[in-house]
């Protein structure tokens, strides 16, 4: 059974940072690329990050320089470090894999910035 479970959303003034993590089982981890992406009220979801097999990172424009994703395949868990946050940040924020056709969703972790 696959499981991706995240962490470390909360509460945070804007210009602070978070952590989130996302620790994943029943999936070969180190094969798949791994994400993160976030879904606001009202709005659509949307990419925030990936890192590949090979580390190779993308992000969306919103968050370069202020986001890092990184991952530790000895742990099977995917970060995303947020600096700098600012209010419409706020949001639920998903872990993914994806491996060929294949993906999975995390529950998410609500994320809110206050201004």
């Known amino acids: 059974q696959v499981q991706l479970v995240e962490s470390g959303g909360g509460l945070v003034q804007a210009g602070g940072s978070l952590r989130l993590s996302c620790a994943a089982s029943g999936i070969t981890f180190s094969a798949n690329t791994m994400g993160w992406y976030r879904q606001a009220p009202g709005k659509q979801r949307e990419l925030v990050a990936t890192?590949?097999?090979?580390?190779?990172?993308n992000y969306a424009d919103s968050v370069k320089g202020r986001f890092t994703i990184s991952r530790d395949n000895a742990k099977n868990t995917v970060y995303l470090q947020m600096n700098s946050l600012k209010p419409e940040d706020t949001a639920v924020y998903y872990c993914?894999?994806?491996?060929?056709?294949?993906?999975?969703w995390g529950q998410g972790t609500q994320v809110t910035v206050s201004s």
């Open positions: 890192i590949t097999s090979s580390r190779f990172e």
């Open positions: 993914t894999s994806h491996y060929y056709q294949t993906n999975y």
